[in-house]
């Protein structure tokens, strides 16, 4: 495991940005996980400068998202999809047709995992799968829990998550209730990892998953098992790390 220290959200983004290009320029036709989330907003911003400026070509690249909400399309603004779209795809020199987010509109949840687990493979496996960190310790949309799942699978979201995500809609009908994920062992599949993490609020769930117990009750705890694991995290993130 490799850690680097940001001195602040920007520095990280630039570090992460970094490390993402790096993966870019040695294979062109990378297959690269993304993740949504306020942490890699920071990092695409930065992808899509050098991509302007012409350091970077995403003419090959493949993308395969962690996650989406069920129930809602990629037009929705509250989507992962539209999220991507808006922070990166739309920006750069992708083919959208090689950017994969799972089917938040498959209704048969066994049928968008099952479909899901297939493109991921069909892709050849991922070179470098983006991660942030919720504050519990969640990676993807693998909360904490009695065991660790491995594939794509769907999640029924929290109470407090349903109730937070309220205010981005218009009625309560609307919020969605689940989510797909990949699992812990798609995560796991990944060539290379890069966990960002900022922010005070994350440094307790960083440094669990990094040091403590390997356990589900902390999912990215697994990440320890991983054999290339880049971490890139502010001050804060690693107050609790010396
Ligand atoms: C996003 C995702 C989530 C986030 C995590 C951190 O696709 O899978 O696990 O990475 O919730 O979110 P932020 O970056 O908003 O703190």
């Not at 040695?26 to 920071?42: E, H, I, Q, R, Y």
């Not at 048969?108 to 899901?116: I, P, R, V």
């Not at 009625?171 to 290379?192: F, H, L, W």
Request: glycine residues 8%; contains cysteine; negative net charge.
């Amino acid at each position: 495991m490799i850690i680097y220290k940001g001195k602040d959200y920007q520095d990280v983004s630039r570090k992460a940005a970094n490390i993402m290009s790096a993966q870019i320029i040695m294979k062109p036709d990378a297959v690269l996980g993304l993740a949504t989330g306020s942490t890699p907003v920071g990092m695409y911003a930065q992808l899509v400068e050098w991509y302007k400026k012409g350091d970077l070509d995403f003419s090959q690249v493949t993308t395969v998202n962690l996650d989406e909400y069920k129930g809602i399309s990629g037009d929705n603004e509250q989507s992962y999809r539209y999220f991507m779209n808006k922070n990166l795809f739309d920006h750069i020199n992708i083919d959208k047709n090689k950017t994969f987010v799972p089917d938040g509109l498959e209704e048969n949840s066994d049928k968008a995992c099952a479909e899901y687990n297939a493109v991921i493979s069909r892709t050849g496996g991922v070179d470098m799968q983006l991660l942030g960190i919720g504050e519990n310790g969640h990676i993807g949309f693998n909360e904490p829990g009695a065991a660790f799942e491995k594939e794509t699978h769907c999640v029924d979201l929290t109470e407090s998550t349903i109730r937070a995500n309220a205010r981005f809609f218009d009625s309560m009908d609307e919020v969605p209730k689940q989510a797909y994920t990949m699992g812990i062992k798609n995560i796991m599949a990944a060539r290379k990892i890069l966990l960002v993490a900022t922010g005070v609020a994350k440094a307790e769930a960083l440094y669990k998953s990094l040091y403590g117990p390997i356990t589900p009750n902390v999912p990215a705890s697994i990440l320890q098992l991983h054999l290339d694991l880049t971490v890139v995290a502010d001050e804060a993130a690693l107050a609790v790390i010396r």
